[in-house]
């Protein structure tokens, strides 16, 4: 069965701080995406990053960086110089090679970034 | 840009009632979704839709039905709501397998069901 580890329940830092979010996962299958979804007050998730099972680059996007290592069953993000519209709830999920995008959520990580 | 509506962004009903919850998207994706989100629990799959009048179960489909009878339209049924069933109610649609990746779920902005 495929599970996603989030084991911080909440994090605060002060602006400008960097802070990681872990994300560990369980999957038996060999092609499988792993991802990272944004959830501001608002409510609605945003997409944020794709990984396949394939490509273990890390890949930075501005302020947001994720490294994916096989070898540990991890997918971390990590936010540099954390700013105040970064506070929200962060989830990580796994898909296994369905073609139908049926994610296993973790239980999120709560972001506090105060000014 | 996708935009996925729910027909309702707070929603209160009592035990027994049947609670129907609607979702509407506009970029004619084959795949929709519907999850709930519980604290501690993260989200969880009810059901999803792969095409018109298709439907699979998902990880909690106890208590719970579905109805995609157009392609753009997702509904969740609650037969009989009860308290346990108290949550917010997310939605999601994406294209289907057969493009190439750069498909992610788009959700929509949840509707908070309670149930008294």
């Known amino acids: 069965a495929q599970k996603v580890t989030q084991a911080q329940t909440e994090i605060s830092v002060v602006e400008k701080e960097d802070v990681t979010l872990d994300c560990v996962y369980e999957?038996?299958?060999?092609?499988?995406?792993l991802f990272w979804y944004k959830q501001p007050p608002s409510g609605e998730l945003v997409f944020l990053i794709r990984?396949?099972?394939?490509?273990?680059q890390n890949e930075i996007s501005g302020r947001y960086s994720w490294n994916f290592q096989k070898s540990t069953s991890s997918f971390n993000f990590t936010i540099t110089a954390s700013q105040v519209v970064d506070s929200a709830v962060y989830f990580c999920?796994?898909?296994?090679?369905?073609?139908?995008?049926?994610?296993?959520f973790g239980t999120g990580t709560r972001l506090l970034v105060s000014p | 840009d996708v935009k996925v509506t729910q027909s309702s962004r707070y929603l209160v009903k009592r035990t027994g009632e049947k609670v129907f919850l609607e979702c509407v998207q506009d970029m004619d994706h084959e795949n929709m979704f519907w999850y709930r989100q519980d604290p501690g629990l993260g989200l969880r799959l009810i059901y999803f839709?792969?095409?018109?009048?298709?439907?699979e179960k998902g990880d909690i489909p106890e208590g719970y039905s579905v109805s995609r009878e157009k392609k753009e339209r997702f509904s969740l049924i609650l037969e009989s709501a009860s308290t346990n069933q108290t949550s917010m109610y997310l939605c999601?649609?994406?294209?289907?397998?057969?493009?190439?990746?750069?498909?992610?779920?788009?959700f929509g902005n949840g509707t908070r069901l309670t149930v008294t």
């Open positions: 999957t038996r299958d060999t092609t499988y995406y």
């Open positions: 839709s792969y095409d018109v009048k298709m439907k």
């Open positions: 999601a649609s994406s294209l289907a397998r057969t493009i190439p990746m750069n498909s992610p779920l788009h």
């Open positions: 990984r396949n099972s394939f490509d273990e």
């Open positions: 999920a796994l898909s296994e090679d369905t073609g139908f995008q049926k994610l296993v």
